[in-house]
């Protein structure tokens, strides 16, 4: 009770007007300072544009020494505060600081286990958080994934282990696609299913040591029935997932028109 009683009396000893007018003043040279460097950086980025994401990383690291300084010096500097309140503002920050570092922590242990089992390795297409894309960088706390738009996106590890993943090749460079069309009932199915067949044999983009898969199926769309035939093929790079896809569609629509399968193809009712 002591203590605590002369860290109160010491705090409230080194509230007075020219010590806060000191503080204020040293926080205001420090901003002015930072917004100094930031103009600086901004005209770097426009005469020397090559070097932009160098000039725009460097300045959380200023700005983070900057106000580090600013609270050094004004805590021993400026106000100089007695040992027991010292003491007690040091248990403080840990207790902060022990609450705000759970989350963290979380993901440090989540980042642990994924190592050691891992659902998912750098180069895996996977579906992380509502996110599709290809695994680029495995870190402690975080997964970075590269989307098929060219975004960057970090997941928590803590966010991954609560949650689905989804994984297209496990480890592997090829991967499974599938791709659906939709045909008349009227159109021969055998035919059907052999030009789609050959027109996927003949994609630069298929990896043919593993089978070409094609399925039928029937769907009821617009009013009336329709059959629909399913592509089950593989890509020999993961990358190429979406140029697979494209050069599927556009070789096996080119095939079904070239037997004008779609010339029967009644309008959907309005």
Known sequence: MDNSREALKAFL????FDRILSILLLCLFA???LVLVQFCLNQLNNKLPKYRLIWNRSYPFVRLFVWLGVIIYSIIGIIDPHENLILAVVGSISIVVGLA???PAKNLIAGFIIMLNPPYRVGDMVTLAGHYGE????????TWLRTFDDNTVMVPNAEALKTAVSNA?????????????TLPMSVDHN????????ATQCSPYTFLNKPIIVNLGNDYSFGQYQQTIIVKAYVMDVRLEK???????IRVLSAFKNAHFYDEQQTPPT
Request: glycine letters at 2%.
């Open 243 to 249: 140029k697979f896809v494209s050069d599927i569609n």
């Open 135 to 142: 695994v680029i960088k495995l870190e402690w706390s975080v």
């Open 101 to 103: 570092t759970q989350e």
């Open 13 to 16: 000893d080194i509230i007075s």
């Open 169 to 181: 090749n496990s480890g592997a460079l090829d991967e499974m696609v599938v791709v659906k069309f």
């Open 191 to 198: 035919k059907a299913i052999a030009l789609a067949r050959e």
């Open 31 to 33: 901003w002015l300072f």
